[in-house]
């Protein structure tokens, strides 16, 4: 599929796409839409910013469209508020006047809102996994009339506890629905959930969901504690664009915003002690162009979807190595170019080598003054030997798999 036209669905949504300037589907819609609207379950593992959302929509868009039902018919899980509502305002940009307002449901906001726009004709929920449970736990609305559950980064909403209401959710739902599932990984626990919760769901794989995307330039400076600022500024004063920058503590996060505005720059910050209107504020401010800087913690690593990010900046080392990868995905988005870069200090060498070898990954050395470093001596890379999954680990019990889908096994030299 080269183009959303080709979709076969209604020409009201092909408009709305249009007017809304999608035309060329990435790989994930490409694939993912087509199987979807056959009504079949879909288990789709990918890198961020590949256009998961849009994948997912399309097939609520129609199911909505064919069928005038009253009552809530489609239900998207996500990890973050901050997601929940990024999700919102894609679904209500597209939706026109031929459909009613998503509604949401996530912590942190007005319970009476929430409630009314369900009450008032919502046929789609968007919602976090605890105040889902909370509302169906207290009977204020029921799920008898869905048909499409959606779990978004359902790695991400597994590492975060959700696992127990997720499986409380799913016991209220009607069993005869269709479910797509996205993730950035496909570890234990969500193959598991999978197996539970999918009827023998089409897999779909794209790229290495374990390295940064390869239109993403990724570099690295070792720079003393002293010399840390100094270099972030070299950094952004190279770049025009749009920059998100990484901290790993709160109180780190407000001290280098606060540094950052001292210097003139325009930056905004969210962390987890930030109140959900400042969240709000700084997201909207940083997405409409009033703040060119935003500094977080890792809450914002998958929360935050943001169009044309031009550099990702870490300036402390994650915790873990998951985390690179979704800070780093940040930017690059949509098969466009982005560049990452890493400060660690040479106390930290052992943690940065460690990083690398556990996402199998080289990142450049630059100097303070962004020149690259040659390499001193010839790395020593993994090899990779590819298997037909005929030969592999068997599948988990149902899934489909589909023609040329391979499996990568890597070996110490």
Do not use: W
């Amino acid at each position: 599929m080269q183009n959303f036209t080709e979709l076969q669905i209604s020409n009201y949504i092909k408009e709305r796409l249009t007017s809304a300037k999608f035309a060329t589907p990435t790989p994930v819609q490409a694939a993912a839409i087509p199987v979807a609207l056959e009504g079949k379950d879909v288990l789709a593992t990918a890198q961020t910013g590949t256009g998961k959302t849009l994948a997912f929509l399309i097939p609520i868009f129609e199911r909505l469209l064919a069928q005038k039902t009253k009552g809530i018919e489609a239900l998207v899980l996500v990890p973050t508020r901050e997601l929940a509502m990024q999700v919102v305002d894609q679904y209500n940009a597209l939706r026109g006047k031929q459909l009613p307002p998503a509604a949401l449901v996530v912590g942190g906001l007005p319970e009476a809102k929430q409630l009314a726009a369900i009450r008032a004709g919502a046929r789609l929920i968007v919602a976090t996994p605890g105040r889902l449970e909370d509302y169906l736990g207290r009977n204020l609305f029921n799920f008898k009339t869905l048909h499409i559950l959606v779990l978004d980064e359902a790695d991400r909403m597994l590492d975060m506890g959700f696992l127990p209401a997720i499986r409380r959710i799913a016991a209220v739902l009607p069993k005869d629905r269709q479910t797509l599932c996205f993730s950035a990984t496909l570890e234990a626990s969500v193959a598991n959930l999978v197996k539970d919760y999918m009827r023998s769901p089409v897999r779909l794989a794209f790229g290495n969901i374990l390295k940064p995307a390869e239109n993403v330039r990724v570099q690295a400076f070792e720079v003393s504690g002293d010399r840390k600022h100094e270099v972030l500024q070299h950094l952004l004063g190279k770049e025009t664009g749009r920059c998100l920058i990484f901290a790993r503590t709160k109180r780190g996060t407000d001290k280098l915003a606060r540094n950052l505005i001292r210097d003139g720059y325009a930056a905004a910050v969210i962390h987890g002690d930030r109140s959900q209107s400042q969240r709000t504020a700084a997201l909207t401010g940083f997405q409409q162009g009033r703040y060119r800087i935003l500094v977080a913690t890792d809450v914002a690593a998958r929360g935050i979807h943001v169009q044309d990010i031009a550099h990702v900046i870490n300036y402390d080392l994650p915790d873990i190595a998951e985390n690179f990868i979704h800070r780093v995905g940040r930017t690059g988005r949509a098969g466009k170019s982005g560049v990452a870069s890493t400060l660690y200090g040479r106390e930290q060498r052992s943690e940065m080598l460690h990083l690398e070898r556990t996402l199998g990954i080289r990142m450049e050395r630059m100097q303070a003054d962004g020149t690259s470093i040659p390499e001193k001596k010839e790395r020593t890379t993994p090899v990779v030997q590819r298997f037909p999954l005929a030969s592999a680990k068997a599948p988990i019990s149902g899934m489909v798999r589909l023609p040329g889908e391979i499996m990568e096994v890597q070996l110490e030299n």
